[in-house]
């Protein structure tokens, strides 16, 4: 049974950093294909940043230069180092494991 556990969320200020999380059990993760996504409120899902399964990464564009995902095959856990973050970015970030298991996530707020 694959399970995926988040964690790193919280309160941080506007222009702050935080690093997300999430260790994955019951997977093949090294050759599996890891995202972080977000989902704020009344919104859609969205991808955040990606990692795939020969380790090249991509990044929505709300947060390319901001945001970055790296990878701990050793550790089965995957990152989001997320700086210079911006009130918008304000969400419950979780991550995907080949699009077929998901997280329960962790709220992110960027508030003064």
């Known amino acids: 049974q694959v399970r995926l556990v988040e964690s790193g969320g919280g309160l941080v200020q506007p222009g702050g950093s935080l690093r997300l999380s999430c260790e994955a059990s019951?997977?093949?993760?090294?050759?599996?294909?890891v995202g972080w996504y977000r989902q704020a409120p009344g919104k859609q899902r969205e991808l955040v940043a990606f990692?795939?399964?020969?380790?090249?990464?991509n990044y929505a564009s709300s947060v390319k230069g901001r945001f970055t995902i790296s990878r701990d095959n050793a550790r089965n856990t995957v990152y989001l180092q997320m700086n210079s973050l911006k009130p918008e970015d304000t969400a419950v970030y979780s991550c995907?494991?080949?699009?077929?298991?998901w997280g329960q996530g962790t709220q992110v707020t960027v508030s003064s």
């Open positions: 995907g494991l080949n699009a077929q298991y």
């Open positions: 990692s795939s399964s020969t380790y090249s990464t």
């Open positions: 019951g997977s093949s993760f090294s050759s599996s294909a």
